[in-house]
């Protein structure tokens, strides 16, 4: 009980240390000052996501097998959505991401204290099944962060177009203070490539090796499916952008679709298992 508590309350200390560098960020970027984040700030960020890595740690492997859900997969998708800002924010400044994406961050870190997941038996010792879930949750992450970065982008090219629209006067600080778009964009596509290369990865390894990782043979079911679909969306959207020069409007409506599908492949039928029908793991 006594080790239960102190995880609750580690779980509520990386929440807070998430909200403060979104505190940070958003009133620097109220300022005129936050295109970059402080040093401390980032320094924050860095210790959030530690403190975040090892308490998912220990809500997935602390019974000694594996313990995976809706939960556990938000959580990881967040967890390591933070560390790509965190190293992308070397590089290209990220103050406006960094606070849009940590309150997120700071919500999904709470989640598995009220949804434990369900516990994985024999295939949860698997080192294949574990390699199988961190890459594709290292791809629902960057497809996320590309998905916060496209919304934006959009509300960016809106604020130049029309500066004195209500939206674009109200988070006007935040908006003029984005890099350039087209820093923004080479950023995001980058994104989303390594995204689709690890997201076939997933699926190839899922196919291929099922009887391995779940201890039967594939089932084309909704999160195969599901799952499909969105690796068709998002090599449309690649194949448009590098072919025929996709931009705007019409990459971020695909962008949101495939996100979508993909949630659902997994994350949303986890969910309505879990939570709405209360069953156990199933694939």
């Known amino acids: 009980m006594q080790i239960d508590s102190f995880y609750g309350w580690g779980h509520l200390c990386v929440a807070a240390a998430y909200l403060v560098v979104a505190y940070r960020c958003w009133t620097a970027l109220q300022g005129g000052r936050g295109v970059q984040p402080a040093p401390l700030t980032v320094a924050i960020l860095l210790a959030a996501v530690l ?3 090892v308490l998912l740690a220990q809500d997935m ?3 000694g097998g594996l313990r995976f859900g809706f939960a556990q997969a938000l959580s990881a998708t967040f967890l390591v959505a933070c560390v790509l800002l965190w190293a992308e924010g070397f590089f290209v400044a990220l103050g406006a991401l960094y606070a849009l994406m940590t309150p997120l961050a700071a919500v999904t870190v709470l989640l598995p204290l009220a949804f434990h997941g369900i516990a994985l038996a024999g295939e949860g010792a698997s ?3 574990r390699i199988h879930l961190g890459v ?3 791809a629902y ?3 996320t962060v590309a998905a916060i970065q496209s919304v934006l982008m959009a509300a960016t090219d809106r604020y130049l177009h029309e500066p004195m629209a209500v ?3 109200r988070f006007g600080p935040l908006l003029a203070q984005m890099p350039p778009l087209l820093t923004l964009e080479k950023f995001l596509f980058r994104q989303l490539a390594v995204g689709f290369v690890l997201l076939s990865a997933t699926l190839v390894s899922g196919i291929a090796f099922s ?3 779940f201890g039967r043979p594939l089932r084309f079911n909704h999160m195969t499916l599901f799952g499909l679909i969105s690796w068709v969306v998002f090599a449309v959207l690649l194949v448009g952008r590098y ?5 705007g409007k019409v990459a971020q409506r695909w962008l949101f679709v495939g996100l979508i599908t993909l949630l659902l492949a997994y994350i949303g039928t986890r969910f309505v298992y879990e939570v709405v029908l209360g069953r156990a793991w199933v694939r």
Do not use: V
Request: aromatic fraction near 16%.
């Open 167 to 169: 939206a674009s006067r």
């Open 51 to 53: 403190g975040h890595a």
């Open 61 to 63: 492997f602390g019974s």
């Open 141 to 143: 992450s960057l497809f």
């Open 243 to 247: 072919a025929f020069g996709w931009r």
């Open 136 to 138: 594709a949750m290292l």
């Open 127 to 129: 080192l294949a099944l």
């Open 211 to 213: 009887e391995e990782l």
